[in-house]
């Protein structure tokens, strides 16, 4: 693995609730990526980081905020759940160059109720 | 818009058989296409990636194809085992370099 930790790894919360999730990587990796996965849509950027400070957005990123104030903890945050955001969240990180291979974190669960 | 498609979702085979897998896409102007598995309940596991510029790329019993004018690529395992069970996605990276693409994913399943 490429030393990425997601946390936490299972979440149960209500809707209107504010989440933030984490993405933590140990090798100074410079992309970051923030995936959902659902069944019957597969799996889909909603945001993507190319530096601290440097984010921009991905297919599904309404209802999504990210921030990377440090090289190693990339995050995501859902201002205020919802039914529709419960999914399987995955991290990946970039070894390299922004079109090299991906690699995956463990996955955080989130069930909005 | 990129559409990745993969059929079929589901392949049941036994153990030993050579099988392929099918991944489609349908802008051809691509950086590089990715293969990955990912096992129940876990992140994905990258196998292999294959530049715009190349044919094919292997690494072990997996062989990967490219064929950017057909808008295909495909997953050969040879001799499957057990342990070969999994879903394989694939993933088309876009030529501005940002954003990758995925499939469905096929579910595969090796029967001992």
């Known amino acids: 693995d490429a030393g990425i930790t997601q946390s936490p790894r299972h979440k149960v919360t209500e809707t209107g609730t504010p989440v933030t999730l984490r993405c933590h990587q140990t090798?100074?990796?410079?992309?970051m990526y923030w995936y959902r996965q659902d069944p019957g849509h597969g799996l889909r950027l909603i945001h993507y980081?190319?530096?601290?400070?440097?984010?921009d957005k991905g297919e599904v990123s309404d209802g999504y905020s990210v921030s990377r104030s440090k090289t190693e903890d990339f995050l995501l945050t859902l201002e205020s759940a919802t039914s529709s955001q419960t999914s399987v969240y995955f991290c990946?990180?970039?070894?390299?160059?922004?079109?090299?291979?991906?690699?995956f974190g463990p996955g955080t669960r989130l069930t909005v109720l | 818009k990129q559409e990745v498609t993969q059929i079929p979702a589901a392949l049941s085979v036994p153990e030993g058989e050579n099988l392929v897998l099918n991944c489609s896409f349908t802008?051809?102007?691509?950086?590089?296409l990715q293969w990955f598995r990912q096992d129940p309940g876990k992140g994905l596991t990258s196998l292999l990636l294959?530049?715009?510029?190349?044919r094919e790329q292997t690494s072990g019993r997996l062989n990967a194809s490219l064929d950017k004018s057909s808008g295909r690529s495909t997953l050969y395992i040879a001799a499957s085992q057990p342990g070969d069970s999994a879903t394989y996605l694939c993933?088309?990276?876009?030529?501005?370099?940002?954003?990758?693409?995925f499939g469905g994913g096929t579910r595969l399943m090796v029967k001992p």
């Open positions: 990946a990180i970039t070894s390299a160059g922004a079109t090299d291979t991906q690699y």
């Open positions: 090798e100074n990796h410079r992309y």
């Open positions: 980081s190319y530096g601290v400070k440097d984010t």
């Open positions: 802008d051809s102007a691509i950086y590089n």
């Open positions: 294959i530049q715009s510029s190349q």
């Open positions: 993933a088309a990276f876009n030529n501005a370099g940002n954003m990758l693409t």
